[in-house]
């Protein structure tokens, strides 16, 4: 599973993104996908996941602004970020596991990593 971040970019707090991750190579059907973030000087923390039959989980921290979904179809999960806050600038990375289950916030357990997109919320 090879997996390609996109849709990062410089948006006022407030507003929005939509972060696309594509697998190339295979279905991500059969997959647990995740998305992770990363700001300079902190540690990786979770987000979001989807599990491969649809159960979304999300941080604390985001839940109420942020959605993920999947497309099978597309072999594409989204993440779409509505109320856009400063504290939110980080790098963002997918990632995928295959149908693992239990605690969907450990990224030790994802196998499959993206580049990283670089998300920036200016005030």
């Known amino acids: 599973v090879q997996l390609q971040a996109s849709g990062g970019g410089l948006v006022q707090a407030g507003g929005s993104l939509r972060l696309s991750c594509e697998s190339s190579?295979?279905?991500?059907?059969?997959?647990?996908m995740g998305w992770f973030r990363q700001a300079p000087g902190k540690e990786r923390e979770f987000i979001a996941a989807i599990s491969w039959i649809g159960s979304t989980y999300y941080a604390n921290s985001v839940k109420g602004r942020f959605t993920i979904s999947r497309d099978n179809a597309k072999s594409t999960v989204y993440l779409q970020m509505n109320s856009l806050k400063p504290e939110d600038t980080a790098v963002y990375y997918c990632?995928?596991?295959?149908?693992?289950?239990?605690?969907?916030?450990?990224?030790?357990?994802?196998?499959?990593w993206g580049q990283g997109t670089q998300v920036t919320v200016s005030s």
């Open positions: 190579g295979r279905t991500i059907s059969d997959y647990d």
């Open positions: 990632a995928a596991r295959y149908r693992r289950g239990g605690d969907y916030r450990l990224g030790r357990t994802y196998n499959y």
